[in-house]
Antibody, heavy 121, light 110 residues
Framework: QVRLQESGPGLVKASETLSLTCTVFGDSISSSLHYWVWIRQPPGKGLQWIGSIYYSGTTHYNPSLKSRVTISVDTSKNRFSLKLTSATAADTAVYYC?????????????WGQGHLVTVSS | QSALTQPPSASGSPGQSVTISCSGTRSDVGDYNYVSWYRQYPGKAPQLMIYDVTKRPSGVPDRFSGSKSGSTASLTVSGLQAEDEADYYCSSYAGDNIVIFGGGTKLTVL
């Protein structure tokens, strides 16, 4: 069974960089040929797709966040990461990592439990 | 890309059917048959219920069905059960390996 687990600070100061890591269990990032995805959900609000990465390092980002987002992959540790620069209170959210499909148009079938990040001023 | 439009709430009595709409544009829902639906219980991660407009992942009851007409997709839950009470989100492929979500619909079982 595929399982994903987010980790990182739960509190980030405004203007600093939000950094999270997602470790994958039960699947291999380098050999499964899936995309790996970050999605977030502000408290009481809906889901927002942040971006995705392929094992090769190819990335795709939400245009509204593209200037601040970097997603990277470490196949040796079977994990991928998210960095969001210049954080503001609007970036306070539960951040989910998920496994996407083998092409960019496929849905996310396995999700992490989510990790709340609060941006404080 | 703007978020897809969903009604904020929907409701039905046990045993009834309820349909939740998801309105997009010709650049997303209207252009691709890659609409998915997720169910989310409070404090939990979303769970995939429908993909490619009409397909159900293994383990999802056939009470859940999806459809699409033009730029609007729909999720129908038949034979409503108490456990169906949750938030439901649609998502659509929008080209260039980008995905957009709807604002979510809170389904209440009366």
């Amino acid at each position: 069974q595929v399982r994903l687990q987010e980790s990182g600070p739960g509190l980030v100061k405004a203007s600093e960089t939000l950094s999270l890591t997602c470790t994958v269990f039960g699947d291999s990032i380098s050999s499964s040929l899936h995309y790996w995805v970050w999605i977030r959900q502000p408290p009481g609000k809906g889901l927002q797709w942040i971006g995705s990465i392929y094992y090769s390092g190819t990335t795709h980002y939400n245009p509204s966040l593209k200037s601040r987002v970097t997603i990277s992959v470490d196949t040796s540790k079977n994990r991928f990461s998210l960095k969001l620069t210049s954080a503001t209170a609007a970036d306070t959210a539960v951040y989910y990592c998920a496994r996407g499909g083998t092409s960019g148009n496929e849905p996310s079938d396995f999700w992490g439990q989510g990790h709340l990040v609060t941006v404080s001023s | 890309q703007s978020a897809l439009t969903q009604p904020p709430s929907a409701s039905g009595s046990p045993g009834q059917s309820v349909t939740i709409s998801c309105s997009g544009t010709r650049s997303d829902v209207g252009d691709y048959n890659y609409v998915s639906w997720y169910r989310q219980y409070p404090g939990k991660a979303p769970q995939l219920m429908i993909y490619d407009v009409t397909k159900r992942p293994s383990g999802v009851p056939d009470r859940f069905s999806g459809s699409k007409s033009g730029s609007t997709a729909s999720l129908t839950v038949s034979g409503l059960q108490a456990e169906d009470e949750a938030d439901y989100y649609c998502s659509s492929y929008a080209g260039d390996n980008i995905v957009i979500f709807g604002g979510g619909t809170k389904l209440t079982v009366l």
